[in-house]
């Protein structure tokens, strides 16, 4: 692993990638913040030693390097999911590979359904805990359960996304394996478990950035309401329509967070140590 992560920072030194202030790994169907990344460098996943190709419908697999205000963003378009079949060591490779190359903060984002009876399709809801139990992720040390339960940075957050005239909410979030969305059955005990919304990704990417003492972010955008919290049928299209009704928002919010002066993402406080 140490060798691949040796070659493959070469190769981006090479093209062009220097040190991210801060990394962002975009949900599916949110890959349009790449459009506001200003001189970016663009690099194919296949053109990186190690890197599998992405297969989800709305994932481009490309990572994006250039500016955003006077902040360098790394920004990965494209996540892979244990679903898929790749071991959760390949599933946080961005995370890996960005604080490789210098970064000390991480952004995620994904979409997720919502079990909290108050979420609404379009929320955007700040991860202030996860529940991972079907699989517990271990990868490489036991400190997972320190936290993160991550209070304070979610607050602050939640101060500067209203400044910016933009509401979010905050919850647990569940990592579910899928692919498969769940029964109501499994919805209905994951909300007595304590979940606010239920997801396939994310988790084992916070962990992995918590183990590597960097301060991180998990946003969920809600795109639909979980299994049997409503009566509408669930598939794919809807997360490109929550998508559409907070791209706005989701972008501004992001890029404060990226270039804010103040930006809670980069208070030495905030990073797991
Ligand atoms: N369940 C699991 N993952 C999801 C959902 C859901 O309802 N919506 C978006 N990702």
């Keep these: 692993m140490e060798e691949l992560l040796d070659s493959a920072i070469e ?31 663009i690099v194919p996943y296949s053109d990186i030693p190690g890197f599998p190709s992405t297969s989800v419908a709305g ?30 060591d390949r599933t946080i490779l961005p995370v890996r590979f960005a604080n490789a190359l210098g970064c000390n903060a991480l952004l995620v984002t994904n979409a997720a359904g919502g079990i909290n ?6 929320d955007l809801m700040l991860i ?18 320190q936290r993160y339960a991550n209070d304070d940075l979610v607050g602050d957050v939640t101060r500067l996304a209203a400044s910016a005239g933009i509401s979010v909410t ?9 692919p ?5 059955a499994e919805i209905r005990s994951f909300r007595i478990m304590g979940a606010d919304a239920v997801g396939m990704s994310t988790a084992a990417e916070l962990y992995e950035a918590i183990r590597l003492e960097m301060s991180c972010l998990g946003i969920s955008l809600i795109t639909n309401l ?14 490109a329509e929550a998508a559409s009704l907070r791209e706005k928002d989701l972008i501004e919010l992001i890029s404060r967070l990226i270039a804010d002066e103040d930006s809670p993402l980069y208070k030495p406080e905030y990073r797991f140590r």
């Design 226 to 239: 979980a299994t049997g919290v409503s009566k509408e049928k669930l598939d794919h299209s809807e997360i």
């Design 59 to 88: 994932h481009d697999g490309a990572l994006y390097f250039g500016d955003i205000s006077n902040r360098k963003v790394l920004a990965w378009s494209g996540r892979f999911h244990y679903y898929e079949g790749h071991p959760f």
């Design 11 to 41: 190769i981006l030194h090479r093209k062009g990638i220097g040190t991210p202030d801060c990394t962002i790994i975009l949900g599916s169907g949110l890959g349009m913040f790449t459009k506001v990344i200003k001189n970016p460098v």
């Design 117 to 122: 009876y108050r979420f609404r399709v379009g």
């Design 170 to 178: 905050r919850g647990c979030y569940l990592y579910a394996k899928g």
């Design 128 to 145: 202030d805990d996860i529940i991972s139990l079907p699989v517990k992720i271990s990868l490489h040390d036991q400190r997972f359960h």
């Design 180 to 184: 498969t969305y769940e029964t109501k």
